[in-house]
C-alpha cells in the first residue's frame, strides 16, 4: 500500500521535500512515528493532520492511495 504525504511551509525546510510516498503505512500513528523517527526535528514544530482534505484528531486507518496533509499554522494579512 502507498500513501502521499505532502508537507507545506517550514515542514518542506525540515524534510527537505514537499512530497513524498510511502509504503507500508496502515495508520496516521504509524505515519507520525515514521516521519519523527526519519526527521527528528519535526517534534520541535506544529503542524495539524489532515487525511483527504479532512483534519484528523486521532488515529485514522489509511487506505492505498490517500493523500496525508501535514499543515503548519497559517498566518494571512
Do not use: W, Y
Request: charged share 20%; glycine share 8%.
Amino acid at each position: 500500500m502507498t500513501i502521499q504525504v505532502k508537507l507545506f511551509g517550514n515542514l518542506v525546510d525540515v524534510t527537505g521535500t514537499a512530497n513524498m510516498q510511502l509504503k507500508n503505512i496502515a495508520d496516521t500513528d504509524s505515519l507520525l512515528r515514521k516521519m519523527f523517527s526519519d526527521f527528528p526535528q519535526l517534534a520541535g514544530h506544529t503542524f495539524i493532520v489532515a487525511v483527504e482534505r479532512k483534519i484528523s484528531t486521532e488515529n485514522q486507518v489509511l487506505n492505498e492511495g490517500d493523500v496525508v496533509a501535514f499543515l503548519p499554522p497559517f498566518a494571512g494579512g
